[in-house]
């Protein structure tokens, strides 16, 4: 890890930081925005992820599988083995 990695991390914290102090101190003021902004905010995230995915769902382009070489109805069919159950519980 480089030391602007290092710095870029530290200034998100730190931003971090003051974004929830000012929340504290918004609430503690009684301050409406307070509430408002993160909540509409995060609304706003949700239903954009819920837009990408609907998009990305609408435009997707998927390619039809090959056909198999043999289909299950060409395969010969093999007779099930039976087992003889009764036989184990009689010698019992």
Do not use: C, H, K
Not at 30 to 51: C, D, Q, R
Not at 71 to 87: C, G, K, R, Y
Request: glycine letters at 8%; a negative charge.
């Amino acid at each position: 890890m480089n030391d602007t990695s290092r710095t870029q991390g530290w200034a998100i914290a730190a931003g971090a930081g003051v974004a929830a102090l000012l929340f504290v101190l918004g609430i503690l003021n009684g301050s409406y925005w307070a509430i408002a902004i993160p909540v509409s905010i995060l609304t706003l995230f949700a239903l954009g992820l819920v837009a990408w995915v609907g998009y990305t769902i609408a435009t997707i382009q998927v390619q039809a599988d090959a056909p198999p070489d043999v289909l299950a109805t060409d395969a010969p069919v093999s007779e099930p083995e039976e087992t003889n159950s009764s036989a184990a519980t009689d010698a019992a």
